[in-house]
């Protein structure tokens, strides 16, 4: 999944969307309410393309098709999936973008999301990694790219006692007991036992998808292959961003992802130094699939994938968006949400799926926008917000 949340707001640098977190946190809201509202309202409708949409659409609505519940909910929000069913048996029918943008035009609603009052929140982006790695540990290929650790445990809170919160811990069992599982410095200085899936020729690269949660592999001879988010060792994510504007290291017009890769390719063991300052490791896997894997273990669809807070919105639904890109371009359309982050937070909070290569890092590195969301229903869908 990638991480997530993301993508090096200025002097935040957070982990995006990867989907690490499977619970739904409590939520303390902040007021949270749907109100009901037109397409009309939707700036920029008309020209959405609605280009690869029907590729992510499909991909959301088997998994709803496959789900025993009969209802998404999150923390705040419920809605019925019998009506959304039904449609996407009929949508799954039309093959024609056009066709497509019209049936739900005239079969859904849009409902504006507003928190506190407003409409409007922050919106980044994130993108799929790229490195050079081989299967065999050979010539610059040294440098070890792990799989989940046989000996990670997780629990959740809530499976002890349904007082607690449905939060997830992560450690290792030592002397009968649950401790913390080994940190960043620590699994550098050689104390894990995992699985390596692949040795990385690159250790900025191995860190940098770490960030994003997956990454494209391309081998020796060529080939390339997926490596996507397998687990994490439970540690609190501290992004390398604010750490080198922390210690003056850059300046915050420096704070781009491309500028930030830049300067630790050229800064050797001051880089490493740093880097291990964030305390948690991500976990990957081989994986076979046309984009990462987000937190509703789908494949990812470049422009039409976007990771939430689920604690507000439930994975699975469909959202119009309204923000601007990193050069200030209208970034209208509409998007699944299929993904979280650990920096993914709030109600009206989003993080914008670039796709993969290094036209996505360049936009996916720069993205810090307002922006406002929409949530699709079909009409007449039950929708109950805080138990309402």
Not at 70 to 84: A, I
Not at 205 to 214: E, L, R
Not at 357 to 381: C, H, Q, V, W
């Amino acid at each position: 999944m990638l991480k997530r949340g993301l993508i090096f707001a200025i002097g935040l640098f957070l982990v995006s969307c990867s989907g690490e977190d499977k619970t739904v946190e409590p939520v303390v809201p902040s007021s949270f309410e749907l109100k009901r509202s037109d397409f009309s309202a939707l700036a920029g409708w008309e020209k959405d393309d609605f280009r690869m949409f029907e590729k992510a659409l499909g991909d959301v609505c088997d998994a709803l098709q496959k789900m025993r519940q009969q209802s998404l909910k999150s923390g705040v929000l419920e809605y019925s999936l019998v009506s959304y069913r039904k449609h996407c048996g009929k949508m799954a029918q039309i093959k024609d973008s056009n066709e497509l943008k019209a049936y739900i035009r005239q079969n859904f609603e849009p409902y504006a999301v507003i928190v506190n009052g407003s409409s409007y929140g922050k919106f980044t982006s994130y993108y799929e990694a790229n490195l050079r790695a081989s299967f065999i540990r050979e010539g610059k290929y040294q440098y070890p790219i792990y799989g989940k650790p046989k000996d990670l445990v997780e629990v959740n809170l809530r499976d002890f006692d349904a007082g607690l919160p449905d939060r997830r811990l992560v450690g290792r069992v030592k002397n009968g007991k649950l401790v913390k599982y080994y940190t960043r410095q620590e699994i550098d200085e050689g104390r894990l036992d995992a699985p390596v899936i692949l040795w990385g020729d690159n250790p900025v690269d191995i860190y940098i998808m770490q960030i994003q949660g997956a990454a494209v592999a391309t081998l020796p001879d060529g080939k390339e292959i997926r490596v996507g988010y397998a687990d994490n060792n439970g540690h609190k994510f501290r992004g390398i961003g604010s750490i080198l504007l922390e210690k003056g290291l850059i300046k915050p017009g420096e704070a781009s992802m491309p500028k930030i890769r830049d300067w630790l390719q050229k800064n050797g063991d001051k880089a490493k130094r740093n880097m291990l300052l964030n305390d948690r490791y991500i976990f990957h896997k081989i994986v076979n699939a046309d984009g990462p894997i987000g937190a509703m273990g789908l494949p990812l669809v470049a422009g039409r994938s976007m990771a939430v807070d689920k604690s507000y919105i439930p994975l699975g639904t469909m959202m119009w968006l309204e923000t601007s890109g990193p050069d200030g371009e209208a970034l209208n359309r509409v998007v699944m949400a299929e993904d979280v982050g650990s920096a993914i937070k709030g109600g009206i909070r989003g993080d914008y799926f670039w796709g993969h290569g290094e036209d996505a890092l360049k936009y996916a590195g720069r993205m810090n926008s307002k922006g406002r969301y929409f949530i699709l229903l079909p009409k007449g869908t039950e929708v109950k917000v805080n138990g309402r």
